[in-house]
């Protein structure tokens, strides 16, 4: 647990706590600085679903890297489809270019909302710009 809240130098990470639930449709974006790609860029979100037999509200996660190219939640082979299964998904970038990664939490199906969620992106220096 230590080492997650306070990774070795140089990885960083970054928790963020969203209580402004999402409505179907709607976005939250966070921009984060990558300073050094010899570290995975690792990209969490997690929430609590509504009960049900199955997931009841969906969220997706996406990950936008400076160069255009782009990553999705628990599609770990290329960039795919979401995952509508669901409520913990993963983006991994072994080796994530530096600069400007944009990180999107959308929301594809929210009947039972707004929908919160918990958002953890760790990387080499990475900050919340």
Same mark, same amino acid.
């Given at each position: 647990?230590?080492r ?5 130098? #140089?990885?960083? *990470? %970054?928790? %963020? ?8 449709? $709607?976005?939250?974006?966070f921009?984060? $600085? ?5 570290? #995975?860029?690792? @990209? ?10 199955? %997931? !009841?509200?969906? %969220?997706?996660?996406? @990950? ?14 290329? #960039? ?7 409520? *913990? ?5 072994e ?5 400007k990664?944009?990180i999107? !939490?959308? @929301?594809?199906?929210?009947?039972e909302?707004?929908?919160?969620? @918990?958002l953890? !992106?760790?990387?080499?220096? !990475?900050?919340? *710009?």
């Open positions: 647990m230590q997650c809240l306070n990774p070795e130098s #140089p990885t960083s *990470v %970054l928790f %963020l706590d969203e209580d402004d639930g999402l409505w179907t449709g $709607e976005k939250r974006e921009d984060v $600085e990558v300073v050094d790609a010899s570290v #995975p860029l690792r @990209a969490t979100l997690v929430y609590s679903d509504f009960p049900g037999e199955d %997931l !009841v509200n969906n %969220l997706n996660l996406f @990950a936008y890297g400076p160069q255009g190219n782009y990553f999705v939640g628990n599609d770990f082979t290329g #960039p795919g489809s979401p995952d509508p299964d669901n409520n *913990v998904e993963g983006i991994v970038v080796n994530p270019n530096t600069g990664w944009s999107r !939490v959308v @929301a594809g199906n929210i009947p909302g707004p929908q919160d969620f @918990a953890v !992106v760790s990387a080499g220096g !990475v900050t919340l *710009v």
